[in-house]
């Protein structure tokens, strides 16, 4: 049987693999299904930057399991020669991560990831070793060696850890991850020899996704809220770099102000941030978090591999949403289609109930065959009538994918600017390799 391994999401700081359940998949295919745990936050990924403690911990953990899954999925009547790897979120980053990874090498056999990959500002972690050192400083551990600080940090409770958590985020649980995946610079086995973008990748199947309103997560917390969107407001250059984490990656910070100021008047025009511009603040969430960086990575592999990329835009909205769990006012009815939403059609998840509602249940089958279609064969399928096409090999072609809309039809688009790419690749952010547009970029003297 092929098997399907799902990675859980959770900014890489929370989440189980409990949580994600096989309900509707194995309903009426037959997969071996498994869920996966690794370590969150600073124990999954703290870093002193040499072989005491290389990090990347949890995504080492997940090779661990997907290791585990080769040498003993057969007795559980799966085959170790397709494994298709799956996941939302930080669980869609894992995906890209494990095809550029050395260490998954041959460990899986096709990829689906939804609304997350390892371009995404949060997905990837600056500063990683400073970060571990502060952490320590707070919990009163040496950091001159790295062997007594990891020593000294083993002593921790791991409560208080976790709780250190919030000296990271200056601004509401923001940015929402501080200890995540980074580059490797000690340590013999490394997880991740160079930055994503550098890297070959595994030449697999791949399946990406974002949603309509990918955004929602972390945008229903603040837009229910009205002193919240105020005080965005009125801190906006000094909270944007981590509400958009970016904060790392400015390359000259005294451009800082300006950078905040571009990205508020492309997306606010000259409107002040309040209830009146909810819509605003959700679609910037969306661009920056989510749909740039989830289509730049699905353009990006589909040019340096021969395997087909495929790409799907999820725009239906039902009853439940995983914005309803974030929204401070209980439900979430009118924001739009949420981070995550997506998930709960084909697997059973915490924050949803398709079976509910007669539409939602119309949509079970149809997103469960997405993805056993392309588990067992490297091709999604909608059905014989709808073409989808996977994504073009040439990085400047539009971003080809099937829209799935709140009729439940499949509609074939080409996105010649998704995420607002345009835009983002004019800021001095050194995540935009500054050759694309040279003319474009933002120096001193027009400022």
Known sequence: MNVIVYIHGGAFQFGAGIGYEPHYILDSEDFVYVSINYRLGPLGFASTGDDVLPGNNGLKDQVAALKWVQRNIAAFGG??????????????????????????????????????????????????????????????????????????????????????????????????????????????????????????????????????????????????????????????????????????????????????????????????????????????????????PVARAAQHLASINTSPVYFYEFSYRGKYSLSDKYSKTGSSEGMGVSHGDDTMYVIKTRYGNPHDNVEDAKLIPVMVNIWSSFAKTGVPDVGNSVVWSPVSKNPSDPLKLIKITQNQTFEPQEYSNPGNYKFWSTLPLTEFPAAVNPSETINHNEL
């Open 79 to 292: 085959n170790p020669g397709s494994v298709t790897i799956a996941g939302m979120s930080a669980g869609g980053a894992s995906v890209h991560y494990h095809v550029l990874s050395p260490m998954s090498v041959g460990l899986f056999n096709r990829g689906i990831a939804e609304s997350g990959s390892a371009f995404c500002g949060w997905a990837y972690t600056e500063n990683t070793i400073q970060k571990t050192k502060e952490l320590a400083e707070s919990l009163g551990c040496p950091t001159y060696y790295s062997k007594d600080t990891v020593k000294c940090l083993r002593s921790r409770p791991a409560l208080a850890i976790a709780n250190s958590l919030k000296n990271f985020m200056p601004w509401k649980y923001n940015p929402f991850t501080p200890f995540g995946p980074t580059v490797e610079t000690g340590g013999t086995e490394r997880f991740l020899t160079d930055l994503p973008e550098n890297l070959p990748a595994q030449n697999v199947p791949l399946l990406f996704s974002f949603t309509q309103d990918d955004g929602l997560y972390p945008a229903a917390e603040f837009i229910s809220l009205e002193e919240t969107l105020v005080d965005m407001e009125s801190k906006w250059n000094d909270i944007l770099p981590f509400i958009l984490d970016y904060n790392n990656t400015i390359s000259d910070e005294s451009l800082k102000p300006e950078i905040a100021q571009k990205i508020k008047t492309f997306y606010f025009g000259n409107n002040t941030v309040s209830v009146n511009t909810k819509k605003e603040v959700v679609e910037m969430f969306t661009d920056r978090l989510f749909k740039e």
